[in-house]
């Protein structure tokens, strides 16, 4: 019984480990190229899909990514949810979302 307790426990351990530490600071950047029936412009679309950003408080390592990814101006931005941590994150959020520019728009989802 206890080590089935002492298992739980690291099991827990681990869950907290990952969803605090671990996946709230991986980044995937990747860059496609889809073949589309239809006629595009030359040079096809520039699309920025963005998700689970969490924004904290303090968070300068999404500034300086957010400042980078303004670098570039993308034809449409997509945001698919869970744009701040908490209440707190709301003015890290804008002020990192205010570098993005697009051409036809950014388009979010809350939630």
């Not at 426990?9 to 860059?31: C, D, I, P």
């Not at 500034?63 to 034809?75: C, V």
Request: hydrophobic share 45%; charged share 20%.
């Amino acid at each position: 019984m206890y080590l089935g307790l002492l298992m739980l426990g690291f099991a827990f351990t681990g869950l907290v480990f990952y969803a605090f530490l671990v996946e709230t600071r991986w980044l995937k950047y990747e860059q496609l190229r889809i073949p589309a029936s239809k006629a595009l412009p030359p040079g096809g679309i520039s699309i920025l899909h963005l998700s689970d950003i969490h924004f904290k408080k303090w968070d300068p390592r999404k500034q300086r990514i957010f400042r980078s990814l303004g670098a570039k101006t993308y034809d449409l931005i997509l945001i698919a949810g869970d744009i701040i941590d908490d209440f707190h994150g709301n003015r890290s959020a804008i002020k990192a979302l205010a570098h993005l520019r697009s051409r036809h728009g950014i388009y979010c989802v809350f939630g």
